[in-house]
């Protein structure tokens, strides 16, 4: 049966429908912390294999309230952004900053390639945030003693962000749903990490918003991972 129009994105329909979600999604999340603790304290495989499960149902459930919002017409997108011209370099060290502890308890090294004087637009706060939670991800799914790498480069009128890792990596399936919100994925933090899998889908809807976009590339489990952010660029070039 077709919808009535009133269900759709606005009104106090939706702002109802926003509150739920919200509620529901704060509860399960604490389902979740339940788990994760539960989780560390396992002393056999049955028993890490039932909180699995048990995590893999609320990751389900998480994505269900997903998909009921999108059938009806409950619009979550971030409206555009106002943007600055920004230092890539201090973008990028400002989020290295943020994650500095995660890599220092995994000892990961971090190999920066930005060259100085790149300039692009964005938000400062949320690009920095954006590019902190890539770095974040990297760190997650990628064993101790490994190095994150991130690199520059320019396309046309862009510039992209490259954050790769050398980690897990992501199956086909995994590429497929990686912008998702709550999608199962086959890949595994690499010391029980939360997987956060919301974090990503955000991050592509930040990218947008500032003019960009996010896009994920890995050529199989157990290859590691790229991330890609394209970013406007504000470098002014001088004909001559």
């Known amino acids: 049966m077709d919808r009535p129009d009133e269900l759709l994105s606005n009104g106090p329909q939706a702002e109802r429908l926003h ?6 999604r704060n509860r399960i999340a604490g389902m979740q912390q339940v788990l994760q603790q539960l989780a560390t304290d396992a002393d056999s495989i049955e028993q890490k294999e039932l909180m ?38 201090t973008v990028v060290q400002r989020a290295v ?17 930005v060259q100085e004087g790149v300039h692009v637009q964005g938000h400062e706060e949320q690009l920095v945030e954006l590019v902190a939670a890539l770095l974040s991800n990297a760190s997650k799914f990628s064993v101790a003693g490994s190095t994150v790498h991130v690199s520059q480069s320019v396309d046309g009128g862009n510039v992209i962000l490259h954050i790769r890792d050398e980690g897990v990596g992501l199956s086909a ?24 899998r919301s974090t990503l889908a955000r991050a592509r809807q930040w990218a947008r918003a500032m003019g960009g976009d996010l896009n994920a590339y890995s050529e199989g489990s157990g290859k590691g991972s790229t991330f890609n952010l394209t970013l406007r660029s504000a470098n002014v070039r001088k004909d001559g």
């Open 173 to 196: 399936g995994d590429l497929g749903m990686i912008f998702q919100r709550y999608a199962w994925l086959s890949s595994r933090s690499t010391a029980g990490e939360a997987q956060g």
């Open 97 to 113: 900053g943020l994650i500095n502890h995660r890599l220092d308890r995994k000892q990961q090294a971090i190999d920066l390639q």
């Open 19 to 24: 509150r739920f979600a919200h509620d529901i």
């Open 52 to 89: 699995e499960f048990g995590e893999q149902q609320q990751f389900k459930a998480l994505r269900e309230v997903e998909e009921l919002l999108d059938d009806l017409g409950v619009v979550r997108h971030l409206h555009e952004m106002p943007c600055t011209k920004l230092v890539l370099g």
